[in-house]
């Protein structure tokens, strides 16, 4: 499985941070979040996701107010 973010659209909020600092931080200069190892991709990140991070992965995705983490 894969998460695919759209960053362009990102407002800053850090609840993906705040659920899954191994896979999110923020970027000092303009405080979206940054998908750690991630692969740009026209206009958005992309990045492999283990199996046992699924739930944690959806949660993320869920909780995103914006509605910017999708998974595929």
Not at 6 to 18: N, Q, S, T
């Amino acid at each position: 499985m894969k998460i695919v973010y759209y960053r362009d659209k990102c407002i800053g909020c850090g609840a993906c941070v705040e659920h899954f600092p191994e896979l999110w931080s923020l970027s000092n200069e303009d405080g979206k979040a940054c998908l750690k190892e991630a692969k740009k991709i026209k206009n958005f990140f992309m990045r492999e996701i283990q199996f046992e991070d699924i739930d944690a992965v959806k949660k993320t995705a869920n909780d995103c107010p914006v509605n910017i983490i999708k998974i595929s």
